[in-house]
């Protein structure tokens, strides 16, 4: 499972994941980005939603198209609904769900104490 955002870091995830490791499926998830403006604003957020949605698709899409040009093929893009929280908690909800082999996910750009919390949070999912 390799979990992806909008940013460049989630491209060099995919061609980092394809030349190094080899599964029998992989999926790529994205939790698109949403917030309810205000519940009165039924047509205004039902149209961002959907433009969040749109958006969400449209990247997984282009960074499936990477991983298959750097020979990874790509098998179930998943999309999640930021519904309940933080991306973090959503994806663990998932990876919990499906339990997959391996979770390759990017550190964002991080780096030094950040990137080493990152790793105490990915030691955490990999143990669940």
């Known amino acids: 499972m390799i979990c992806i955002d909008a ?3 989630s ?21 698109y980005n949403y917030q309810m403006v205000h519940p009165s604003l039924t047509d205004v957020d039902r149209a961002r939603r959907e433009h969040a949605i749109q958006v969400g698709k449209d990247l997984l899409n282009q960074l499936s198209h990477k991983a298959s040009v750097a020979g990874m093929k790509v098998d179930e893009l998943k999309l999640l609904a930021p519904d309940e929280g933080a991306a973090k908690y959503i994806i ?8 997959p082999t391996v979770l390759v996910c990017g550190t964002r750009g991080d780096s030094g104490f950040p990137r080493f919390l990152s790793f105490w949070v990915e030691i955490y999912v990999v143990n669940l």
């Open 7 to 9: 940013s460049e870091h």
């Open 11 to 31: 491209t060099r995830v995919v061609e980092w994941t394809a030349k190094h490791l080899r599964a029998d499926k992989v999926t790529m998830v994205h939790v």
């Open 92 to 99: 663990l909800k998932y990876v919990q769900k499906v339990r």
